[in-house]
């Protein structure tokens, strides 16, 4: 006969992510919605789980939910703010709610690659925007990287006028509505879960994402071509709630902090190749990929930076100028 431990183990082999938590230690349940082995979200979330669960053994336990399985981005921040999850790391994008601050990383064009966005989030303005919520009851830990966002259609993409007319699925930021506006493309906001059914039912015609993000959901599948703008990014906040933040022992909140710096530093380095791996195995699969001459790229700018005016007076001058001297 099995053994109680090893039935437990077999279980949590078969269901992914769970470990099984011991009574009297922290529960931390931590819900996300990218795959957990070969995107840099999920494998951030990963890491964290397994040192958390070793080296805090008695003192807490994490769970992953990756994959919208718990909680869609929409429905995230309210679940934290009512203790049913401890920990997320949703888009920038998904902030729109509790703070302006950040649109800048949603302006097209405003980062040249991740590298200047990682200055950013670490000059002294990107480090206080961890705390642009607290009043809301959210606090930021860390920035976890991803990558740059391209464009798929059902229709190869060269030039912004190929997608005039068509639908794209967005984040739900105002800023990237005024960037697909701008090229004459109407944006509807929906949950990332729902992204893959949309495109193949023509629900949607096209989307934005990073090369993790379209392989990751197979997003290439169900589009004619993805073309490589380069044209934003896509970035995440790791967030927790206030409260629960400051009800921690004092230990173990040190301890949970140092553990996340550690992931943090190890996987936003990484994220390039991750980024690269995914762009090569949508290759592999035959689907096309779009590069575009200088020529041609300069036509996607011409039509979507003007959408900066707009926004000019919520993410501020300075902070676009600084955004630009991290660029050069
Ligand atoms: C999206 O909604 O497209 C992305 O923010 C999903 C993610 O977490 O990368």
Same mark, same amino acid.
């Given at each position: 006969?099995? *053994?109680?431990?090893?039935?437990?183990?077999?279980?949590?082999?078969?269901?992914?992510?769970?470990?099984?938590?011991?009574?009297?230690?922290?529960?931390?349940?931590?819900?996300?919605?990218?795959?957990?082995?070969?995107?840099?979200?999920?494998?951030?979330?990963?890491?964290?789980?397994?040192?958390? $669960?070793?080296?805090?053994?008695?003192?807490?336990?994490?769970?992953?939910?990756?994959?919208?399985?718990?909680?869609?981005?929409?429905?995230?921040?309210?679940?934290?703010?009512?203790?049913?999850?401890?920990?997320?790391?949703?888009?920038?994008?998904?902030?729109?709610?509790?703070?302006?601050?950040?649109?800048?990383?949603?302006?097209?064009?405003?980062?040249?690659?991740?590298?200047?966005?990682?200055?950013?989030?670490? *000059?002294?303005?990107?480090?206080?925007?961890?705390?642009?919520?607290?009043?809301?009851?959210?606090?930021?830990?860390?920035?976890?990287?991803?990558?740059?966002?391209?464009?798929?259609? $059902?229709?190869?993409?060269?030039?912004?006028?190929?997608?005039?007319?068509?639908?794209?699925?967005?984040?739900?930021?105002?800023?990237?509505?005024?960037?697909?506006?701008?090229?004459?493309?109407?944006?509807?906001?929906?949950?990332?879960?729902?992204?893959?059914?949309?495109?193949?039912?023509?629900?949607?015609?096209?989307?934005? $994402?990073?090369?993790?993000?379209?392989?990751?959901?197979?997003?290439?599948?169900?589009?004619?071509?993805?073309?490589?703008?380069?044209?934003?990014?896509?970035?995440?906040?790791?967030?927790?709630?206030?409260?629960?933040?400051?009800?921690?022992?004092?230990?173990?909140?040190?301890?949970?902090?140092?553990?996340?710096?550690?992931?943090?530093?190890?996987?936003?380095?990484?994220?390039?190749?991750?980024?690269?791996?995914?762009?090569?195995?949508?290759?592999?699969?035959?689907?096309?990929?779009?590069?575009?001459?200088?020529?041609?790229?300069?036509?996607?700018?011409?039509?979507?930076?003007?959408?900066?005016?707009?926004?000019?007076?919520?993410?501020?001058?300075?902070?676009?100028?600084?955004?630009?001297?991290?660029?050069?």
């Amino acid at each position: 006969l099995m *053994s109680a431990v090893a039935a437990a183990a077999l279980m949590t082999a078969a269901t992914g992510a769970q470990a099984a938590c011991d009574d009297g230690e922290i529960v931390i349940k931590f819900s996300h919605v990218t795959n957990s082995d070969k995107h840099p979200k999920g494998l951030a979330a990963s890491l964290l789980m397994e040192r958390v $669960n070793e080296e805090m053994n008695g003192k807490a336990c994490m769970e992953v939910f990756p994959n919208s399985t718990l909680y869609n981005d929409d429905q995230v921040l309210e679940a934290m703010l009512n203790g049913d999850v401890q920990l997320a790391a949703p888009s920038l994008s998904k902030f729109e709610q509790f703070t302006k601050q950040f649109r800048i990383f949603d302006l097209p064009f405003m980062f040249k690659n991740i590298a200047a966005v990682d200055a950013f989030q670490t *000059s002294e303005t990107g480090v206080a925007m961890k705390e642009s919520m607290t009043r809301r009851g959210l606090l930021g830990l860390q920035f976890w990287h991803n990558g740059m966002k391209q464009m798929s259609a $059902n229709k190869p993409l060269v030039l912004p006028t190929d997608a005039a007319g068509l639908k794209f699925r967005v984040q739900p930021s105002d800023v990237i509505k005024a960037q697909m506006e701008a090229i004459g493309v109407s944006p509807q906001p929906m949950a990332f879960s729902e992204v893959y059914g949309a495109l193949q039912t023509g629900v949607v015609d096209g989307q934005e $994402n990073t090369w993790s993000n379209i392989y990751g959901q197979k997003f290439f599948e169900v589009q004619d071509g993805t073309t490589e703008t380069n044209h934003g990014i896509i970035d995440y906040m790791v967030v927790t709630s206030t409260d629960w933040w400051d009800s921690l022992p004092e230990d173990v909140r040190t301890q949970l902090a140092t553990i996340l710096e550690e992931v943090t530093v190890e996987r936003n380095a990484a994220v390039g190749q991750v980024d690269a791996d995914a762009r090569q195995a949508i290759l592999d699969t035959g689907a096309t990929i779009v590069e575009l001459n200088a020529e041609q790229r300069q036509a996607w700018v011409d039509a979507m930076k003007p959408v900066w005016e707009q926004f000019r007076d919520d993410v501020g001058q300075e902070n676009i100028d600084a955004a630009q001297e991290f660029n050069a």
